[in-house]
Each structure stands twice: as C-alpha cells, then as structure tokens.
C-alpha cells in the first residue's frame, strides 16, 4: 500500500508465550504450514482460539504459496489445534467461526 510503512517487530512470539491483549490472556502455539512463523492464539478460560489461516469452516489454510508446507501445517492442526478439545471455537483469520468438533468431523482436509 502506497505511503504506508511496515511496522518492525519488537518482539517475536514461540511457542508457549503469552500475550495480553485487553485484560485477556493468550497462550501462543506455533503452527507453521501456511507460513513459516505462523501462531495460533489460545484463550482456554473462554474456550477460544484465533488461529488466523490456519483452519476454515471445511478448509485449511493455502500452502501453495512460498514456504508453504501442506503435511506440516495438518499435522500441527492434528497435533496442536484439534487437541484443545471438541468444545473449542475457532475464529479463523477469513470466513466464519466454527467449532474444533465441527471440524473434526466434517473437514475433509482432517480425516
């Protein structure tokens, strides 16, 4: 975008950081596939999780793109995301929210 600047980080999240953003506390779990440095943020009092373009209502995210890994990204989805458990909702980076039980059974990229 013209006139706009990047932003420089001053800080990298890993794999179990938290973030704290309006009195709500994050745990932050690397999921990479769709880019290398992709995380996923966890509210588990609340039983959410924005997990960005990760997961989709009935898709994952694209891995087509530079640095994209399609077996990596399923199985830290398998391994990291689904494993929070069925009553979790997920609110993806595009698209509606859904809920990890929904997609366990009904997306066809995780069976």
Do not use: C, Y
């Not at 689904?82 to 066809?108: I, Q, S, W, Y």
């Amino acid at each position: 975008m013209a006139g706009v600047r990047p932003v420089k980080p001053t800080r990298w999240l890993n794999e179990g950081d938290t973030v704290t953003v309006g009195g709500l506390t994050f745990d932050v779990l690397h999921v990479p596939g769709h880019a290398p440095g992709h995380v996923v943020f966890v509210h588990a009092p609340s039983q959410f999780a924005l997990v960005g373009d990760t997961v989709f209502q009935g898709s994952v995210g694209r891995t087509d793109l530079p640095d994209g890994d399609h077996e990596l990204l399923i199985r830290g989805i398998k391994e990291k995301i689904l494993t929070l458990g069925d009553d979790f909702t997920v609110l993806p980076g595009h698209g509606p929210a859904t809920t990890l039980e929904r997609e366990r059974k009904t997306n066809p990229f995780l069976q």
